[in-house]
């Protein structure tokens, strides 16, 4: 059994990765944008173009922030006996970004990168963390539902705010990161993708009670939105997609990207067609491929990734994936 569950954790980052830089070079572009310039659609692993203020400091297969900051997170509780520690994470959050020239080059997200620059600058300022709408609390949380039976809702939403909370404390990114989290780690052990919407369903509540209020719309009623479009059937996949940027949305505001990642996720639930759809979607396609080609992975385990994509990955991306499932795997043991 283990060996099966080191195979999801593994198709878990893997996917997340996939998703990741499947999605980058037409990141953050129109649907019918990046049709145009593409020539139709992506069909693998491509380089992020010189047009695209944010794709362009990326190459083929290569990653971008959602992992990037993912594998923050795993050495920062690595670190700290997996105790989420908000300090520690705000500094290596800050070394990233100081690295990866993020502030320069547009790649932090709104809500992290205002939060982080006040910490950096020694800002107090909970209003901006308080009030944060944005997708960075999810984009970054995949692997951290590979610590967590889907059972232990509580403790994935406490875990989740732990996590979180140096740049994202309201509740409907608390809620959205949860539900990308739960959905991670009850794909590793379910084989019926019904059983993961139910608990993605189920954990909405206990993160919008963590967090600060809002009055954003809520998530629970737009993922059911988007998986009643998954459940038509339609004449080809492309319809689908389209339903779902022009209903559920696919933006930077996580009330569209999380619903419609759960939405592909459902739809696909497998991580290759997942990751291309993502892709070809339009709108926020790297942070939508992250969340929901990751749930595909640990639903059909790294074996269910094409091997051509694990091997590009891993030649372009300076990552030792293996340490960071060890992590992971670790992390399940610690945490039980």
Known sequence: MSRDIRDKVAGALYGMALGDAMGMPAELWGRERARKFFGGKIEGLIDGPAENDVAFNYKKGQFTDDTGQALVLLDSISSTDYVPDVKDIAIRMIAWAEKENAWENNILGPTSKLALANYRDGVEDSKVTDKALSNG?????????????????????????????????????????????????????????????????????????????????????????????????????????????????????????????????????????????????????DTIGAMATAICGAFTGVSGIKKEYLETLQQQNDVDFDSYINILMQGREKLK
């Not at 705010?161 to 509740?171: E, F, K, M, N």
């Not at 967090?211 to 954003?216: A, K």
């Not at 993922?223 to 559920?248: N, S």
């Open 137 to 285: 609390s999810s984009m970054r949380i995949p692997p951290i539902g590979c610590l967590f039976d889907p059972s232990e809702k509580q403790k994935i939403v406490d875990y989740v705010y732990g996590v979180s909370r140096a740049t994202h404390t309201s509740d409907v990114t608390i809620a959205g990161a949860a539900m990308i989290a739960v959905g991670v780690s009850s794909a590793i052990v379910n084989d019926d993708f019904e059983k993961v919407i139910e608990d993605i369903l189920g954990i909405e509540e206990l993160g919008y009670e963590k967090g600060c209020e809002t009055f954003s719309p809520r998530l629970k009623e737009r993922v059911k939105i988007g998986i009643e479009l998954a459940r038509q059937k339609y004449e080809d996949d492309d319809e689908f997609t389209k339903k779902i940027y022009d209903i559920v949305g696919t933006g930077v505001p996580i009330i569209e990207s999380v619903p419609a990642a759960v939405a592909v996720a459902y739809y696909a639930q497998e991580p290759n067609k997942c990751s291309y759809l993502c892709t070809n979607m339009g709108g926020d396609t």
